[in-house]
């Protein structure tokens, strides 16, 4: 079956823009973690949603926001950029939990000038 | 909060040789423990987990990993390295149903 999918796969915007980023879970699963990954902090989550409801919030300010739709398919945007918003945007499925196995898509690589 | 410590980031081996990665957890309840694996320009691959069903958990490539709960480990292993384990390794701690808190991860070289 296909995994998960992620669009776009990279990204550049300018400080100020806001961007919206994609993603299509595994068929079957419900539930979608979304993670940032940079050299400097690792990994880290920013926030699970479950049902079309946010289950799990990480400690990211308010311009990261996300949000899922009834077939489970989330987006995520993230307004007013700033440099530091450079990362990897990695999104994870599984079917009820965290406990359960998380498939990672590719990652968006976006890029704040 | 839990958190999870991977001490070394970058580890080096001769193919054929023993992989050794450690982790770390801290948690004040019986954790979930996972080991992801990261490969240039893609995602997260799960390797194995530990769900307190058995303490010697093995995964996929030949990995396992033993959880130790005195020494609050969870460290993962190989016996003997091949090329295509160059890597990113990452170990992570499920804090609830809803998260995983990852540690810094380790690089893998892996020398011919």
């Known amino acids: 079956k296909a995994g998960v999918t992620q669009t776009p796969r990279y990204l550049i915007k300018t400080r100020g823009q806001q961007v919206t980023l994609s993603c299509s879970p595994i068929?079957?699963?419900?539930?979608v973690s979304w993670y940032q990954q940079t050299p400097g902090q690792g990994l880290q989550f920013l926030f699970e949603?479950?049902?079309?409801?946010?289950?799990n919030k990480g400690n990211f300010p308010g311009r990261f926001s996300g949000r899922q739709f009834s077939n489970s398919r989330s987006e995520m945007n993230v307004s007013t950029l700033e440099l530091g918003d450079s990362a990897l945007y990695l999104c994870?499925?599984?079917?009820?939990?965290?406990?359960?196995?998380?498939?990672f898509g590719p990652g968006t690589r976006l890029t704040v000038l | 909060a839990q958190s999870v410590t991977q001490l070394g980031s970058h580890v080096s081996v001769s193919e054929g040789a023993l992989v050794l990665l450690r982790c770390n957890y801290s948690s004040s309840v019986p954790p979930y423990l996972f080991w992801y694996v990261q490969y240039p320009n893609q995602g997260l691959q799960l390797l194995l987990k530990?769900?307190?069903?058995?303490?010697l958990v093995k995964g996929i490539n030949g990995f396992e990993a033993e959880f130790k709960k005195s020494e609050t480990s969870f460290h993962l292993t190989k016996p003997s390295a091949h090329m295509s384990d160059a890597a990113e390794y990452f170990c992570a701690v499920s804090e609830n149903d809803y998260k995983l808190s990852f540690g810094a991860g380790t690089t893998v070289t892996v020398r011919a």
């Open positions: 530990y769900t307190s069903a058995a303490t």
């Open positions: 068929s079957g699963h419900r539930s």
């Open positions: 994870a499925s599984s079917r009820e939990t965290a406990y359960n196995e998380q498939f």
């Open positions: 949603y479950f049902s079309e409801t946010q289950r």
